[in-house]
């Protein structure tokens, strides 16, 4: 017999949101400990785990138990193997590897939105090392701390590639630049997908090492150039399309329109500028953005903005917006395209 005044759906929905966390930290101890590293070599029973790995063997049990009940492993007999979506996305070398994103967000972003709370009275980032100026050219002047970084954003948007490729109509255009592009990751994605295209990555100097043993990895060394310098400051390169992808939104509203308008003063008549970030829309609420929006608060002072509002941007710096979409990633990003008439 049950008491039907009782809310019991959202009782349990809500008692399970509030210990969502430890989800969370199931999934980053197993990345952290190379577990599906491990399994990728074949299945595995607690003792070969313990030993392979150094765990004790006290928590161990309900660990993997975890893990499958989140459909991360599978268990037969006293065998633990991974999952496909284990397989696919969390051992080291796939092509869409979660790994590095996982563990940054295990060492940066965890504690970070502990403090949440806090943020929302003193409007702070709470990131141990908030961005802001010079904050870039700190980060890579340590050469081990900054491949940490940009491996984890290509981790993180391991997804946007592929999507960017087929989002903009690149048939028609020669060249393009990823301006703030990091190490080229997203650029070769493009590049790969249309051998029409040369590309660039325009960055601050101290990412060029990390630029051409990337590209010349992935066999595009020929085909993408490096561009140095800082984007307030320095003209930005001649090409086709600018492409400015998770940059606006670290800056204020006055900065972001000054980029589009330097990128508007860059291009030809018919270049095009694409802009993809973790926007907004009120009247289609997307939870993942809104997240998006919110670590970019704590980690930098930044945030997400609303699609309206960059259209309104580009419109303002001479360009006519063309496209827009909604992205398959992680953070659901938004993509449009503005056209320099």
């Known amino acids: 017999m049950t008491d039907d005044s009782v809310p019991y759906r959202d009782v349990i929905g809500l008692g399970r949101l509030n210990t969502a966390y430890a989800q969370s930290k199931i999934l980053h101890s197993a990345v952290e400990t190379r577990l599906f590293d491990l399994l990728a070599e074949g299945p595995a029973d607690e003792a070969v785990i313990a030993e392979r790995l150094g765990l004790h063997r006290r928590l161990l049990p309900d660990f993997l138990r975890a893990l499958v009940a989140l459909g991360l492993l599978e268990r037969t007999g006293d065998t633990y193997a991974n999952a496909a979506p284990a397989a696919a996305v969390l051992v080291s070398g796939t092509p869409y590897y979660l790994g590095d994103s996982v563990r940054a967000a295990a060492a940066r972003h965890y504690a970070m939105w502990g403090r949440l709370t806090e943020a929302l009275r003193d409007g702070a980032p709470k990131a141990d090392q908030a961005a802001g100026p010079g904050a870039f050219e700190r980060l890579y002047r340590n050469p081990e701390a900054a491949r940490w970084f940009l491996a984890h954003m290509d981790s993180a948007h391991a997804l946007v590639g592929p999507q960017l490729a087929e989002a903009v109509p690149w048939s028609r255009y020669r060249s393009f630049v990823d301006v703030g592009g990091a190490r080229g990751h997203i650029a070769a994605a493009v590049a790969a997908a249309h051998p029409h295209l040369t590309g660039g990555v325009f960055e601050l100097p101290a990412v060029r090492p990390f630029f051409d043993e990337h590209v ?126």
């Open 216 to 341: 010349a990895a992935l066999g595009l060394a020929d085909r993408l150039t490096f561009h140095a310098g800082d984007f307030f400051t320095t003209p930005l390169p001649a090409a086709d399309v600018l492409i400015f992808g998770h940059v606006l939104h670290d800056w204020e509203p006055d900065q972001r329109q000054l980029l589009l308008e330097r990128a508007y003063q860059a291009l030809a008549p018919g270049g095009a500028v694409v802009v993809y970030d973790q926007m907004l829309d009120d009247d289609e609420p997307d939870l993942a953005s809104v997240l998006g929006s919110l670590n970019v608060a704590l980690v930098t002072g930044g945030s997400e903005y609303l699609v309206q509002d960059c259209r309104g941007w580009m419109e303002k710096a001479g360009f006519r917006v063309e496209s827009g979409r909604r992205l398959r990633t992680i953070g659901s990003d938004y993509v449009l395209v503005g056209v320099k008439p």
